[in-house]
């Protein structure tokens, strides 16, 4: 069992804090991802659990113990970087196994983890040949195999993707993914890339500015982000937002370019609202031509198309607001693009709006 | 396209260089041969205005991240290649069709790829080259002292490596012994001062590294006879924690051995640090003395030997040429009659003796060696021409037995480069 509990945490550097009372709790066998723009402090966080850096308050678990002043070699986690040099002269069983000869295991053991580790990546039929021989992907699983060779009892992965093409990098996040859960080993990952976070994650954690902002699954943090930062930060394109009022009966949102009648499932104080600002977001998913839905409950937004970026499989539209700096996004059908400096009427499925109090930014 | 240029020396803006492919797609015949090591990312060298420069395929983040690293370490006076420049954006102002018509084979998305440029180190081998060589085992331990040296230096700097290794490092003879230089700062990181779980995973990184790099060495049959990679490997961790410790540990002592502070500061000078400060507490209600020392990299004797006679060596060799300047201070003094100020003996030492020498050595026979270095070989010839006959046989006489059993028979290609046993078997 390898859970990673992480009570009231915190980094400073002299005055600087960089991590403020982390909470976050990572389940046994759970793939967790740590998100966040840069200097949001998730490699911080990942260092501590490898023991890499010093914990300046709180406490770090794995498993049932206390690790704050545990050394590094005895947390039995192992980091995975971004890549690894192969050997030339040296057979992909050579490879993988180096590690083990070094810890001057037994060579019917070193065989034994190293055949396992090869069936687990597929390894099996190229043990004999050398890196030259393999293709990039069958390089990247070589380097894999490094690591699970050792059998930790945690992964901890920074940013292991970020030097790869895309194309391979799409590869590898599949074959880490998968490995993952074929191993069973609880696994931290690290990367600023929200698509990465959301295609591989059993759970997220946004952090900014050294905060937890939210931990939850991909789809609860896309259809329930509980801040605006969140909102915005998870989706592409972002999730647009205005700066509304909560008009006086409490009825309406109110914007110089659209009106939403108040959702009758919200509850949100909303007495105490009356005439407030509020931040009310929708994705651009959410907002189409009257055409191209058949949304129940809609307003209407006037614009000018600014932007069109195609995409093959869809258009997404960038429109600037007849009364306010801010623009809109929407995606749209392929079939119907506009032009830019078109004039262009859309629909806001209101039954999908995110809102968010003026002040604290939170959920309401 | 953007091209930033670190240094001003470096014009490396020719725009006949297809910036916007990607190196695997840059015509060979654009690119030299020059030694290097194994390489994870794409990495070729180019030879413009007389440099030689490498060229490392990378994503944005990652060459940008590494080429500010680079420079920050230069600043600190560290020994890392010198980074010269970054050039990114290299798919805009390009169509996609010139794109696609130009390039040879497959297309390669170039969005978001950066070439970080570094000027190449001239006399620094890669490790396989050194071994390829012909090297000794005490040799082959000389290259690991040299690594773990650069990788205290770092340490003391606040910078931590996450890819110690041979491959990550090139290699200069100095003064018999070697110095280290740090090729890749693609996983460092720079920190106000390193925690010791910092350090202690960033040595476990280095024994993993090293003990691939020796095993891949032993797999090609190029790892000296006799020498175990396991062993050798694990020495590194017993290396780096033997010189930490003497250059960090707290001493305590009695408060009349004041003598010890000085003995101390002369030790970690010896290896080539510099003492900022020296921490002195009383213990034991004044009976006894704590000192802890502030060490800083400093490259105490290159410094000291450049202010003195404006030469640049690597730091043995500076220490090796201030302990000639010293003997020849002595015999000024001596011969005089009188003290010499340190700045008048350096310039005699360097009219009378250093200049002087290397004149003498015809220059299709230095091969690859720099002056130091030369002049360091000079001084050991000369100590075992002296210890043979039993008498000092003179700087003018040493140099010109050294060029004929020294530098005509590595020419000619007689012994191994690097050992030293051309020396003893030349002993008359």
Known sequence: MAIIKLEQVSKSYGDVDIIKGLDLEIRDKEFMVLVGPSGCGKSTTLRMIAGLEEITDGKLYIGDRVVNNVHPKDRDVAMVFQSYALYPHMSVYENIAFGLRLRKLPKDEIDRLVTEAADTLGLTPLLDRKPK??????????????????????????????NLDAELRVHMRAEIGNLQKRLAITSVYVTHDQVEAMTMGDRIAVLHDGNLRQVGTPLELYDSPQNVFVAQFIGTPNMN????????????????????????????????????????????????????HDW???????????????????????????????SIVSKMDVHKTPKVGDDLVLEVNADKLHIFDGDSTNRL | MKIQIHSPSHYITDLRYPWSKHLTQWPPELFVEVACGIHRNVVRFISNKGRVYALKELMTPIARNEYNLLREMEEMGLPVVEPVGLVTNRHEGVSQTKLRFDLVGDTIDMTGRALLVTHYLEGALPYRIIIQQGIAVSQLGQMLDALVELL???????????????????????AGLMAAYLVDAETSEIYPTLSDGQRAYDLELAELNLAGDLMDLEAARQLPAGSDPVELANSVVDRYNKLWRELTYDEIFETEDQFKIEQRVRRLNDLGFDVEEMEITTVDDGERVRMVPRVFEHWHHRRRLSSLTGLQAQENQARRLLNDLSRYKAFLTKHEGHDLPEAVAAYRWLTDVYNPSLENIPGDLKGSLDDAEVFHEILEHRWYLSQASGRDVGQKAATEDYIVAVLQRRKAGNFVAGDDSFVKTNQR
């Open chain 2, 152 to 174: 205290a230096r770092l340490h003391l700097s606040g910078i931590y490596w996450g890819d110690c290794s041979l491959s990550n490092a090139l290699f200069r003879r100095d």
């Open chain 1, 296 to 326: 129940q409950n809609t307003a209407e937004i006037r614009s000018k198309v600014q932007i069109v970026e195609t995409l093959g499989h869809e258009v997404v539209v960038h429109a600037k607001l007849a009364n306010d700096d801010k």
């Open chain 1, 133 to 162: 021989a393999l293709s990039g992907g069958q390089r990247q699983r070589v380097a894999l195999g490094r690591a699970i060779v050792r059998k930790p009892s945690v992964f901890l992965f920074d940013e292991p993707l970020s």
């Open chain 1, 241 to 292: 937002m205005l700066k509304m009022t909560v008009s006086d009966d409490g009825t309406q949102l109110v914007h110089p370019d659209i009106t939403f009648q108040t959702p009758k499932d919200w509850k949100a104080g909303i007495n105490e609202r009356k005439g407030k600002v509020v931040y009310v977001g929708f994705r651009p998913e959410h907002i189409r031509s009257k055409e191209e």
